[in-house]
Nanobody, 123 residues
Framework: QVQLVESGGGLVQAGGSLRLSCVAS????????MGWFRQAPGKYREFVAG????????YYTNSVKGRFTVSGDSAKNTVYLEMNDLRPMDTAKYYC????????????????WGKGTLVTVSS
């Protein structure tokens, strides 16, 4: 069984920065996608950013491009999300996600979820 454990959330002022981390325990998956989704109050969960371990390619939703950077270490099963220039609209619970087969960045592709870490951006 794979477990994902996130850390690094918190409260920050607009324009500030945070770094999220996620460690996957258990099996490793060389072709997997690993990344981040978020869910704001009253909204659906959405994809934020992710990385494919086989290719090293990174993916972002448009609203975070240029502000967020996803990176990771496949040998350590760890993915990071560096978030800069944070805005109140980024306030959400951020979930680490693992797609073991590299299928894509939809909720239906995700095999494992973390419990989430809360990011709150004040104006």
């Amino acid at each position: 069984q794979v477990q994902l454990v996130e850390s690094g959330g918190g409260l920050v002022q607009a324009g500030g920065s945070l770094r999220l981390s996620c460690v996957a325990s258990g099996r490793t998956f060389s072709r997997s996608n690993m990344g981040w989704f978020r869910q704001a109050p009253g909204k659906y969960r959405e994809f934020v950013a992710g990385i494919n371990w086989e290719t090293g390619n990174t993916y972002y939703t448009n609203s975070v491009k240029g502000r967020f950077t996803v990176s990771g270490d496949s040998a350590k099963n760890t993915v990071y999300l560096e978030m800069n220039d944070l805005r109140p609209m980024d306030t959400a619970k951020y979930y680490c996600a693992l797609d073991t087969a590299g299928r894509g960045w939809t909720e239906g592709s995700i095999d494992y979820w973390g419990k989430g870490t809360l990011v709150t951006v004040s104006s």
